[in-house]
């Protein structure tokens, strides 16, 4: 059995975040996903599917994205019921997402609304470690580069293939 969904479309208003009894954080959004069609008046449609997202990913997509940022969704569909105040039993269906990604930058984010970070979606405050030495290997000088070519063939066999 399956059940995956992929989305990927605009939020329709800012991440609504809340936390549990026990400190685990929730956000509550809908996205609007157009259709890949036009109805008879030759308009493009939308769904808005409301969606959960749990713990730091939660926290992050609210501190990150706002009312029309573009976002890709990966998760699962899911209902759930309850008893509402007039006793009748209330269905919701929604996708309870596993990761949400940032596909735009703050620049372009639609005019007069907010955007993202990137694709790579959560990036802390770069400005924490600004005066702590920087000792990553690719920001030293390209002094001894394996991967340079140097015309000549390399001498591998088939056994070290891994296909």
């Known amino acids: 059995m399956l059940n995956r969904v992929v989305l990927v479309g605009r939020l329709t208003r800012d991440p609504d975040l809340r936390y549990t009894p026990n400190g685990v954080a929730v956000a509550n959004f809908t996205i609007a996903v157009n259709r ?5 008046q030759g308009e493009r449609e939308a769904d ?3 969606c959960v997202i749990w713990r730091r990913p939660a926290e ?11 976002i890709g969704v990966d998760g ?3 209902t759930r019921s309850f008893d509402g105040q007039d006793g009748k039993r ?15 930058t703050r620049g372009n984010a639609p005019q007069g609304q907010g955007g993202g970070q990137g694709s ?4 802390p405050n770069q400005n ?13 000088p390209n002094e001894e580069d ?14 070290d293939l891994p296909f």
């Not at 394996?146 to 056994?159: H, K, L, T």
């Open 120 to 123: 790579s979606g959560y990036r």
């Open 76 to 78: 699962r569909i899911q």
């Open 146 to 159: 394996p991967f340079r070519d140097n015309g000549e063939p390399i001498d591998i066999s088939d056994d």
């Open 36 to 40: 890949p069609f036009s109805n008879q």
């Open 60 to 70: 992050n997509l609210a501190n990150f994205m706002k009312k029309g940022s573009m």
């Open 90 to 104: 209330v269905f919701i269906t929604e996708v309870v997402a596993d990761s949400v990604q940032f596909l735009e």
């Open 128 to 140: 924490q470690n600004q005066n702590q030495p920087n000792n990553n290997d690719y920001n030293r």
């Open 48 to 50: 808005f599917i409301n």
